[in-house]
């Protein structure tokens, strides 16, 4: 069912005054994600004309924008990317690492998404792949999926990595598997402190080469005495990392990754009203335990379509990435032989009955196969009235 508000209503009713207001201060790439969520599933992008076999039934459906950031067209995407993932699950358990930034780097990270992103990226992965090889440790080859947030629950820049690594690896010679043991990963203090090290040290070379650029407020950041100094301190505070309890199952961890993988800065689900005072949302205040935890938050529309806009990443980034036996280049055959070193995978249960396969398109009075008879371009209107809703769909 389609939300009572979304976000593209929002920018819908708000975006056009709000960019005369901040002409000159928005990215192109700004200005792509706010048309192309404005005109998502509307006839401004086309679409096509549905009729059930069964009872005539007509449908109209307009084409989804299919943009990374936004929020109606990430369903469609991860379930694409799962599909592609679930036959590269291990029959083990995994473990979920997160890796957050200090605010002291979030603000610099503001400034210089594509090379603090990356450098995260970096350093979050060599801290695993490191520590994993540590015969101290583990002593295995591991491999990961990191995917990128940049969001905190009230919208503001929050940026870490979230790593989904299997509880073990291939042993250096590939010749066995070597386990964690049960219910461990990795030490949280050891992985923090090397994180920190590869991070910073990172960083400071990023400067050198004058790869970071700096402005306002952290203008005299550019000078490499004052950047230094920022640094220092953070060399010596406990950056945090941890890692959450081992999933119950490889399908657990597909139903993480499926909401985790193509999340946007905020769901529709989670809005609540757009009134006078402003647009009115749901959050979690960390801060908090229990229920007291859940608040609503209520921003003037100005000031919310700016939260939404600072989590646009940059052009070609690549939020989600593989590394270690996951990396591409030989990730088919690091899992064949994974899977050839553990024990095979507990047959499913027999006993249901599978249940009948539904339409790809079902017929909402009938439950019947819709079938396309017409298709329309980009800004036209189709030529059989429909008889039903007007509903998105993902264009591919």
């Known amino acids: ?230 640094l220092a301190p953070l060399r010596r505070a406990e950056w945090v990392v941890y890692a959450k309890r081992p999933f119950a199952g490889p399908q657990a961890v597909l139903a993480y990754l499926a909401r985790y993988t193509h999340r946007v800065a905020i769901s529709s689900s989670r809005l609540v009203s757009l009134d006078d005072r402003g647009v009115t949302f749901r959050w979690k205040d960390y801060r908090q335990d229990g229920e007291a935890r859940r608040k609503l938050m209520t921003l003037a529309p100005g000031e919310f379509i700016r939260r939404f806009l600072i989590h646009v990443l940059p052009t070609g980034f690549h939020r989600i990435r593989h590394y270690g036996l996951f990396a591409n280049t030989a990730r088919a055959a690091n899992l064949a032989k994974g899977r050839a070193l553990l024990p095979p995978p507990a047959a499913p249960s027999s006993d249901e009955p599978e249940a009948p396969a539904k339409p790809a398109i079902a017929c909402p009075c009938c439950g019947g196969r819709m079938r396309l008879i017409e298709i329309f371009e980009r800004g036209a209107s189709p030529r059989t009235a429909p008889t039903g809703p007007v509903i998105g769909i993902d264009s591919s």
Request: hydrophobic share 45%; glycine share 6%; net charge positive.
């Open 1 to 230: 069912m389609r939300p009572v508000l979304e976000v593209a209503d929002i920018f819908r009713a708000h975006g056009p005054a709000w960019r005369r207001a901040q002409a000159g201060h928005l990215s192109l790439g700004q200005l792509k994600v706010m048309s192309a969520i404005e005109a998502c599933r509307t006839a401004e992008l086309g679409g096509h004309v549905d009729r059930c076999e069964d009872c005539d039934h007509l449908q109209i459906a307009y084409n989804s924008c299919r943009n990374r950031h936004c929020p109606k067209c990430q369903g469609a995407a991860a379930q694409r990317w799962l599909e592609a993932r679930e036959a590269e699950l291990l029959p083990i358990a995994y473990y979920h690492v997160v890796f957050t930034l200090p605010a002291e780097i979030g603000d610099i990270a503001f400034q210089n998404k594509a090379a603090v992103y990356d450098i995260l990226f970096k350093a979050a992965s060599e801290t695993l792949l490191t520590i994993a090889a540590d015969p101290k440790h583990l002593g295995a080859r591991l491999g990961l999926t990191a995917v990128l947030h940049t969001w905190g629950s009230a919208l503001t820049h929050h940026p870490h990595l979230h790593c989904i690594v299997p509880g073990g690896g291939l042993s250096p010679d590939g010749q066995s598997w070597i386990a964690c043991r049960k219910g461990f990963f990795l030490p949280v203090r050891v992985l923090s402190r090397l994180f920190r090290r590869l991070f910073l040290d990172r960083l400071a070379a990023a400067h050198a080469e004058r790869r970071l650029a700096f402005f306002g407020a952290l203008a005299d950041l550019a000078d490499r005495a004052a950047f230094a100094a920022r």
